[in-house]
Every structure is written in structure tokens, then in C-alpha cells.
């Protein structure tokens, strides 16, 4: 069955540490997105890919940085520069041109707790 | 700037009790598109429905049913008969087009409970 692939579920960081969070789709959309969940502010974006090798930052870009070098995958890292991760991140894409017509299929998402 | 606000945090009712989610949104856009979506406690945010800015005919699919109002920028969601299943959280979201080209914005969410 198509659909986006997110791993691991559950990720635990030290102070200090990269971690880099996987995003695969085989849906062949052409876009993909990241999304930061905190309890009671909905859902902010992070960054986001229209096209394989581009990306733009979102609202929240700071402390994260993320690759698109092929189609189906687009991971994140969050950086020792994020003060605050610990956080439920979610992972997008879509196809269509405009983009957002048809909504996005989302991932399951993963937790990342610092420790 | 674009906006989405769901004014509740927070829904409790009892099973087969009719409820309201609120949407209200802000676009200086003609052109946009408004979406509801459900997130279980599994996480992953399931999409409900799409509708775009020059259709605002009433929709109803089986329990769930929308309202859009351009006047009031609104695009509440109804359930009737609630289940406890329909226990979630739900997100309204915006897409214009010309402002953000495909980016969704998402309001904060609604927590329903159903109890039963």
C-alpha cells in the first residue's frame, strides 16, 4: 500500500546531539513537508520541498535543516541549536499542481523526547 | 496574513449527542481551500474534506457534515450521533494559494471526547 513512512516512533536525545528524523514516501508526490506538534498550538511548519534538491524554511526553521536528495525521501535533523525539541514531529506530501488542492497524506509521526 | 483559529480547546460529550467544531479563517485571497482533519491517539492526521472558496454548498457525508459560510469566513464541522470512536483531535486548515502557494495552515485543534 502507498503511504509515508516515519522512523523511528519514538526517539530519545541527549543535550547537545544531532538527530535526524526519516520521512519515505512511495506515493510519488512531488512535494513533502515537516511539521512541529506542541500540545495545544496546532501544527507549525518546519520545512518544506517542492522539488527534489529545493527546499524552503517554514515558520519555524531554526535549529532543524533537512535534505531532499531524491523524491521519496526527505529527512530532518534537528540540531544542538534547537533549544526546545522535544516535541511530536509530522511528516507530509502531496502532489497536484497547485500543491494543497487535494490536502496532504501525513505520516504517523515521531516523538522526540530530550533526555 | 492567513489565519485559523478553532475557538475550542477542548469538547466532552455523551455518545449519540450532535456536536459542533468551530472554524473561523482569514485570507485576503479569493482563491483558497479549506480542509478538516482527524487525528486519532494513534497520531497520524486523517483528511475529512476539502472545499474550495467558490463552493459554498452545504456537505453531508453519512454522521459528518460541513458548513461553509464566506460571510462569517467560517467552515464548521458538525457530527451527529457521536460515537466514542470519534473521539480525536480535530484540525481545520487553510491553503490560499497566492499568499502561501502550498502550504497548509492549521488552526490549533479540537479535542473531542465522547464518552459513553
Known amino acids: 500500500d502507498g503511504g509515508i513512512t516515519q522512523s523511528p516512533k519514538y526517539l530519545f536525545r541527549k543535550e547537545g546531539q544531532n538527530v535526524t528524523l526519516s520521512c519515505e514516501q512511495n506515493?510519488?508526490?512531488?512535494?513533502m513537508y515537516w511539521y512541529r506538534q506542541d500540545p495545544g498550538q496546532g501544527l507549525r511548519l518546519i520545512y518544506y520541498?517542492?522539488?527534489?534538491?529545493?527546499?524552503q524554511k517554514g515558520d519555524i526553521a531554526e535549529g532543524y535543516s533537512v535534505s531532499r536528495e531524491k523524491k521519496e525521501s526527505f529527512p530532518l535533523t534537528v540540531t544542538s541549536a534547537q533549544k526546545n525539541p522535544t516535541a511530536f514531529y509530522l511528516c507530509?506530501?502531496?502532489?497536484?499542481?497547485?500543491?494543497?488542492?487535494?490536502?496532504?497524506?501525513f505520516g504517523s509521526g515521531t516523538r522526540l523526547t530530550v533526555v | 496574513a492567513q489565519k485559523v483559529t478553532q475557538a475550542q480547546t477542548e469538547i466532552s460529550v455523551v455518545e449519540k449527542e450532535d456536536v459542533t467544531l468551530d472554524c473561523v479563517y482569514e485570507?485576503?485571497?479569493?482563491?483558497?481551500?479549506l480542509f478538516w482533519y482527524k487525528q486519532p491517539p494513534s497520531g497520524e492526521l486523517v483528511f475529512l474534506i476539502r472545499?474550495?472558496?467558490?463552493?459554498?454548498q452545504n456537505e453531508i457525508s453519512g454522521r459528518y457534515s460541513w458548513n461553509f459560510q464566506k460571510s462569517t469566513s467560517s467552515f464548521n464541522f458538525t457530527i451527529t450521533a457521536s460515537q466514542v470512536v470519534d473521539s480525536a483531535v480535530y484540525f481545520c486548515?487553510?491553503?490560499?494559494?497566492?499568499?502561501?502557494?502550498?502550504?497548509?495552515?492549521f488552526g490549533e485543534g479540537t479535542q473531542l471526547t465522547v464518552n459513553p
Open positions: 507530509a506530501s502531496s502532489n497536484s499542481r497547485p500543491q494543497g488542492i487535494y490536502g496532504y497524506t
Open positions: 506515493l510519488n508526490h512531488d512535494a
Open positions: 520541498s517542492q522539488i527534489v534538491n529545493d527546499f
Open positions: 485570507t485576503r485571497d479569493t482563491t483558497y481551500y
Open positions: 472545499r474550495n472558496s467558490f463552493d459554498e
Open positions: 486548515a487553510l491553503s490560499d494559494l497566492e499568499t502561501s502557494g502550498s502550504r497548509l495552515t
